[in-house]
């Protein structure tokens, strides 16, 4: 049985995640990663070896940094201007927390304005699993997997942070 | 288009006795320039799938996909959805996706393994070759189950695991289309794997643009872009286009080569400082693929593939060969049309080479890529450009679209193949010639 305090601890931390990725706080978003950072968005269900895998985007820690820097390059034409976009997370359920590591899934939606090109609505709904660690007493997060609803469908350009 | 544009462009056109109230291609597609109104004018789509898609060659899946007798994907040619199904006879069948009886689609999953095609409205039952097999209460019928058949592509012509397939069956043979280029494009690619074959089973990714279909073929094949379009891939990660690709004619000689039917490439072999540059490792790193390699075709040829690497070409008209990535063009609509991308694995090569290229294909193509993001930004950005365009403005020289560069220095060989630098628009006016001779087609025929 998780803690109210552990509880709480871990919304706040992934309302402060969701926030920094809405307002492209790239540098504060990066904060928030181990070194290990796993980031995961297959081309279907979460299930089987990431490694074996062609999925939307799967991001060791070297990267994802990859993936910061080219945003923050002032040349990314895709998010010229950054696509103004606000997440909803709910349904947070904590699978575990042991020895330091805690595991959460999460459904959230993602309304997102494509600003750089038509002006279309997009909308993201899907689930998100995290695993958090516990860095010098502060929550971190090592792995970010998310399983989009239309997975199977293809997608639209998906480059600020989901 | 009102009736007055229509007669007032068909007393200009060559063609105009046989084209009645159509859309004069001639008038639109010249050899320096086209008309925007191409990109998106309804009409034009529509002839298009028919011209294109129904009467010509394209693109459909590979065999590796459907290895086992059963094995089926879905796919879309032009507006037509297809499956392509591996037959009881282990040959390979292209089927519309369409009950004979009234239309419902039979297979609405991506891919899966049947032994039949059963359609859920009123039972009907397929074989895998096409044919009607069973009805339920069969009384009522006095027609023959041979004329109940499934449609399915006219032919289907299959290139070392590549299956190509001619809806209309009236399109000449597949030699024709493909050409020589076509075929050593295709060699260039499976050669370099070990066991000379391809595997493209890892399941596509589609990347839905809000442009036009052609857009892609341009955008796939044009030199000119790269430097400033992916500016931010080049300022954040070393990638082989830095040599290729960028810094314009002065300081690179890659080719933009047009070698007919639509077929183009740009040819970075020049370019190249160094082997293995298009993977971005040095050899120790794939000991075990050049070792796996060079058992098949010698050293020599083993140490000129890892230097020259598998082409970037576009075979008309939706077949990208993306270097390790394979992708399809898929029109949908005016201004919107799927990339559809998988990952080339070299059957014979080891784990942990094929899992370089997935990476590598996650890097470059696709939604969440470093690259094709910003081709995709830059198509939907084209698309809000030309989108007012109408097909009279021709006559009234507005809507023009240029694509001149490199004209007066592009080199002829004796096979008719175009090249010049990679900045030039060599390869863009090579898809539109093949395009303007697909769709002016009825009026040879």
Redesign the interface.
């Known amino acids: 049985m998780t803690s109210p305090e552990l509880r709480t601890e871990i919304e706040e931390f992934l309302y402060r995640e969701a926030r920094y990725a809405d307002e492209f706080l790239l540098e504060e978003w990066e904060a928030l990663l181990t070194d290990e950072f796993h980031y995961w968005v297959p081309a279907g269900r979460l299930q089987g070896d990431p490694s074996k895998q062609l999925a939307y985007l799967n991001d060791n820690r070297t990267r994802v940094a990859t993936r910061i820097r080219q945003l923050q390059t002032g040349k990314r034409l895709s998010q010229i201007p950054n696509s103004p976009m606000r997440r909803v997370i709910s349904n947070i359920e904590i699978e575990s927390a042991n020895d330091g590591e805690v595991l959460v899934k999460a459904n959230f939606v993602i309304y997102e304005l494509a600003a750089q090109s038509s002006g279309e609505l997009r909308v993201w709904p899907g689930q998100a699993q995290y695993r958090l660690e516990r860095v010098e007493g502060n929550l971190r997060m090592s792995a970010k997997w998310i399983e989009l609803v239309t997975a199977d469908a293809g997608q639209r350009n998906l480059t600020f942070l989901i | 288009m009102n009736k007055e544009d229509t007669e007032s462009l068909n007393s200009i056109g060559p063609s105009c006795e046989t084209v009645e109230m159509g859309i004069n291609y001639r008038q639109l597609v010249r050899g320096d320039r086209i008309h925007g109104s191409l990109l998106h004018d309804p009409d034009v789509f529509a002839e298009e799938m028919e011209q294109i898609f129904v009467r010509g060659w394209a693109f459909v899946g590979h065999a590796s996909e459907i290895k086992n007798n059963g094995d089926w994907v879905k796919r879309q040619l032009g507006n037509e959805s297809v499956i392509m199904v591996r037959g009881d006879d282990g040959g390979i069948n292209v089927l519309s996706n369409r009950c004979s009886h009234r239309g419902t689609a039979l297979c609405w999953e ?1 891919s899966g393994n049947n032994s039949f095609f059963q359609c859920t409205y009123h039972n009907w039952r397929f074989g895998l070759d096409g044919n009607l097999r069973a009805v339920p209460f069969p009384d009522g019928y006095s027609k023959p189950k041979e004329e109940l058949g499934l449609n399915r592509a006219g032919q289907v012509a299959n290139y070392r695991g590549f299956i190509f397939a001619n809806l209309d069956g009236q399109a000449g043979f597949i030699d024709e289309h493909l050409g020589a280029a076509g075929y050593e494009l295709i060699d260039r690619l499976c050669e370099m794997s070990p066991s000379g074959n391809l595997d493209l089973g ?2 596509w ?6 442009s036009n279909w052609k857009l892609w073929p341009e955008s796939d094949s044009d030199g000119y872009h790269v430097g400033f ?1 992916h ?3 080049s ?3 070393d990638t082989h286009y830095d040599d290729v690709a960028i810094g314009g004619d002065a300081v690179q000689s890659s080719r933009a080569v047009d070698y007919g039917k639509g077929h183009l490439e740009l040819d970075w072999r020049p370019s190249y400082k160094q082997e293995l540059s298009w993977l971005g490792v040095t050899r120790e790193r794939v000991q075990d693929y050049y070792s796996a390699l060079s058992q098949r075709v010698g050293n020599e040829l083993a140490d000129q593939m890892l230097w020259d690497g598998p082409p970037h070409a576009f075979l008309f008209p939706n077949l990208f060969l993306g270097e390790t990535v394979i992708a399809i063009v898929e029109p949908v609509a005016p201004g919107e049309m ?1 990339h ?1 991308h ?2 080339v694995q070299f059957e014979g090569a080891d784990d942990a080479f094929n ?1 370089r290229l ?2 590598q ?3 470059a193509f ?3 890529s ?1 690259i094709t ?2 081709d ?3 198509a ?2 084209v ?2 450009g030309v989108s007012g365009i109408d097909t009279s403005w021709a006559s009234a020289n507005r809507g023009w679209i240029d694509l001149s560069r490199g004209m007066h220095r592009e080199a002829v060989d004796e096979n008719g193949v175009r090249s010049s630098n990679s900045s030039d628009e060599t390869t863009n006016r090579g898809f539109w010639y093949r395009y303007l001779e697909m769709m002016s087609e009825e009026v040879t025929r």
Do not use: N, W, Y
């Not at chain 2, 990714?205 to 809000?210: D, P």
């Open positions: 991506h890892k399941g990714i589609g990347h839905r643009v809000q379009v500016a931010s891939m300022a954040s990660t799927i559809r998988t990952a899992e997935l990476r294909t996650e890097a696709g939604p969440a470093f993001t910003d995709a930004i830059t939907e950005r698309q809000a």
